[in-house]
């Protein structure tokens, strides 16, 4: 009986040691390099002589124009996930509700059909919609609403609007999940009860919700802060955020300390929404058991 008890454990890491392994390559060991160039002078692979330093953080610690940067992206990723928060919590709550198989498989293809295309295809889209001569302006303009064409592009109105479309699906299927178990008879007493259908809403289901509304918000968030693709297009060089300033740091100065630093404050501000995600998920846990 020994025997088998010892044997278990080593089959059970044997079978992880392979998804352990590929997971300190490719996330720790990348992480973990980026971080040590962070605090280095320069590159010790190409330089002889390199030595510890703080540098790089003190250059964005002194420099307001690199907090603004840092301020500008979380601003657009707030944004962002409140705007997608908005519309793919009345979707969700639609798709979890709805009895009709047909019309549940008819909006979760709808949902996952933006998905199908690429990015970049759907930025470009985008540009062509919101641009000085785009659709928009062009239809406004002929209906004699607006007399001059809108400043759409090159915005962070403009970039919030294509990475709500990008990230609209990813809110909305981590949404229908939580509200689709939440059990429906729970609204039907409060109503009962002498509730409105809102105020069963309200009180009933959105609270139950939340652990979906922050997992969603999480997902867009951290996903809206590390997009390059859409802000670089839809907003140029105007409007500045991380990984565009990362990019410029590499391909045009190649200073890799200062892009490795950088790196660093958007992983950090990844790491805290999570933390901060963990405690709220563990409060409304608590409230939960204290009702």
């Not at 979707?91 to 509700?97: E, K, S, V």
């Not at 990019?247 to 958007?266: D, E, K, M, P, T």
Request: aromatic share 8%.
């Amino acid at each position: 009986m020994s025997s088998a008890t010892t044997q278990r454990p080593n089959g059970l890491a044997l079978f992880i040691l392979p998804s352990a392994l590929l997971f300190a390559l490719f996330f720790f060991l990348p992480i973990g390099l980026m971080a040590l160039m962070s605090v280095l002078t320069g590159n010790p692979v190409v330089a002889p002589k390199v030595a510890f330093t703080t540098r790089h953080y003190a250059r964005m610690i002194d420099d307001p124009f690199y907090l603004e940067v840092i301020w500008t992206t979380i601003r657009i990723g707030l944004v962002t996930t409140l705007v997608a928060l908005a519309i793919g919590y009345p979707l969700a709550h639609w798709m979890a509700r709805i009895k009709s198989r047909t019309g549940h498989a008819l909006l979760l293809m709808a949902v996952l059909a933006p998905m199908l295309t690429g990015i970049v295809v759907r930025t470009f889209a985008w540009m062509t919609l919101l641009s000085d001569k785009g659709v928009v302006n062009q239809t406004l303009m002929s209906l004699g609403v607006i007399s001059q064409p809108l400043k759409l592009m090159y915005t962070e109105t403009g970039i919030v609007v294509g990475l709500v479309h990008i990230y609209v699906p990813f809110m909305v299927l981590t949404l229908t999940g939580v509200i689709g178990r939440i059990d429906e008879r729970l609204e039907q007493a409060a109503e009962n009860l002498g509730a409105s259908p809102l105020r069963a809403f309200l009180e009933v289901t959105l609270p139950l919700s939340l652990p979906g509304i922050l997992a969603g918000s999480l997902l867009v968030f951290a996903l809206a802060i590390s997009a390059y693709v859409t802000p670089i297009l839809l907003g140029g060089f105007q409007i500045m955020t991380l990984p565009i300033l990362i990019y410029q740091q590499i391909s045009a100065n190649f200073n890799v300390g200062f892009a490795a630093a950088l790196g660093i404050v958007l992983l950090m501000i990844s790491l805290g929404l999570v933390v901060a995600y963990n405690r709220a998920l563990g409060l409304v846990s608590g409230q939960r058991e204290l009702q």
